[in-house]
């Protein structure tokens, strides 16, 4: 399947992008005073944390585990010369589960990013990826 966007100039370091089915994302460079809008970068972290929880949720509820609610905690360790790609990628998934093992929290979220996640996979080789967790229980 062939994925497109379509970009638009909006000002200088700050872009519209349109997807197939027409939803839209800005995005800037901006320094953070002026900053408004996430970076490609920190769509990038944005992408991998969301893209992995999809699969991480899923085989929960496969395994018919109790589920209310993720969140994640995600930060990026970057090259200090151009490109300025991500040398390290670091995810703090928060799960709240009432019956979660820990063992399977491990386990699918290794999966997730590793196996199933295609923005992972998109990843350079030589970016490593960390996870952690923490099962809140309610």
């Known amino acids: 399947m062939d994925l497109k966007v379509r970009m638009k100039y909006v000002e200088d370091e700050k872009y519209e992008l349109t997807n197939q089915s027409d939803n839209t994302v800005i995005v800037d460079m901006f ?54 790609y991500f040398k390290s990628i670091n995810i703090k998934y928060l799960i709240y589960s009432s019956d979660l093992k820990n063992e399977e929290a491990d386990r699918f979220i290794s999966l997730s990013i590793e196996k199933y996640c295609s923005v992972g996979a998109s990843l350079r080789k030589d970016t490593t990826v960390n996870h952690s967790f923490e099962i809140l229980r309610y």
Do not use: H
């Open 31 to 84: 320094d953070d005073k002026k900053k408004e809008n996430q970076s490609p970068m920190e769509l990038l972290l944005s992408a991998i944390t969301s893209c992995a929880a999809v699969e991480i949720v899923s085989m929960i509820k496969k395994r018919r585990r109790n589920f209310k609610n993720i969140e994640a905690l995600t930060s990026g360790v970057r090259a200090d010369t151009t490109p300025k």
